[in-house]
């Protein structure tokens, strides 16, 4: 069951891969299971507690095909088995909001000519510098045939209703005190093979910005990661994850999407370890803020903006 617990803990509700490992103290109480991880890193630190709120013994599946992994989470994702309560942070998108309103000339100092600030860049993407959540749902190992004919755990997954909020958001690199809720039902998941890893991740939602300026909207995040510790090759479909969120209008009549934020990261394996940058961007159709007054322009603008971060796996 620990070995359960820590999976849930770092692969159910992270945003990021996490520069370091978690550190779970699972103990048992009443028949339930508790488990406590605490993650920090550069991009996204958090702590989390797990319950396991049936007190029963893991499920196994074992299938030909780990597709009906994917059947088996889904269609077990609304027996709520499992809980996950989460607190958030975002240090480096906080960090660059900060700087820039509190600490303008060391803000610039990471200027890279007029247009590029490599501070800002790093942490890009970010929609908020915080978050709490509750995650309500269930798990699942899915066990396989070796080359021994040996049974072994190729990979395990988590589905179910993921519920998020905060008090503060990010525009424009400004932290705007405005109360946030977004709702998501999820399914994600990791496997290996020896030094061969496979990841992946899917949320469909609802986000309510709380803000009259920007519409609430649909939810859509893919993500897909194949990563080798061992051998490197240039084939852009190999030693990479690759993330796409949409995000569509729903508050008022808009064509087109409100927000694409895209991400590639490439990784190189040395000596076990995982070293990548993870290069993208993000486009917003959207009203910008303004920090010296404090509130948003009138008129919608297209903003685009660079994502650029190393990236470590351990």
């Not at 702590?47 to 009906?68: I, Q, R, T």
């Not at 269609?75 to 309103?101: D, I």
């Not at 958001?169 to 709702?183: G, H, K, Y």
Request: glycine share 8%; aromatic share 12%.
């Amino acid at each position: 069951m620990r070995d359960l617990i820590r999976l849930c803990i770092a692969f159910v509700l992270f945003g990021s891969l996490p520069l370091l490992g978690a550190d779970q103290q699972p103990e048992q109480k009443q028949k339930r299971t508790l488990g406590t991880a605490l993650v920090p890193g550069p991009y996204r630190s958090y702590a989390s507690l797990f319950v396991d709120l049936a007190g029963k013994d893991e499920f196994l599946v074992w299938h030909e095909d780990e597709v009906k992994l994917y059947r088996d989470l889904v269609r077990r994702s609304f027996q709520w088995e499992y809980l996950v309560a989460e607190a958030t942070g975002y240090p480096l998108a906080a960090l660059s909001a900060w700087m820039e309103a509190e600490q303008n000339a060391r803000y610039h100092q990471f200027d890279v000519g007029s247009d590029f600030n490599l501070l800002r860049s790093l942490g890009a993407g970010y929609q908020e510098p915080w978050s709490v959540s509750l995650f309500l749902g269930q798990l699942l190992t899915y066990w396989s045939m070796d080359d021994e004919d040996e049974l072994v755990i190729a990979a395990r997954g988590a589905a179910g209703l993921v519920a998020t909020a905060g008090l503060q958001q990010l525009f424009d690199n400004s932290i705007v005190e405005a109360p946030w809720t977004r709702i998501e039902w999820k399914v994600k998941g990791e496997g290996s093979a020896g030094p061969r890893e496979r990841y992946w991740d899917l949320k469909v939602g609802h986000r309510w910005y709380g803000l009259a300026e920007i519409p609430n909207t649909l939810t859509l995040t893919l993500e897909r990661g194949r990563t080798d510790r061992v051998r490197f090759k240039w084939n852009p479909e190999q030693n990479n994850i690759t993330l796409l969120q949409l995000q569509w209008p729903t508050s008022e009549i808009s064509r087109g999407f409100s927000r694409i934020l895209f991400e590639y990261t490439k990784f190189v394996p040395v000596r076990n370890i995982l070293v990548g940058l993870k290069v993208g961007f993000l486009y917003e159709n959207r009203k910008p803020y303004d920090a010296a007054s404090g509130s948003f322009a009138n008129d919608k603008e297209k903003i685009w903006e660079l994502v650029i971060q190393p990236q470590i796996i351990l």
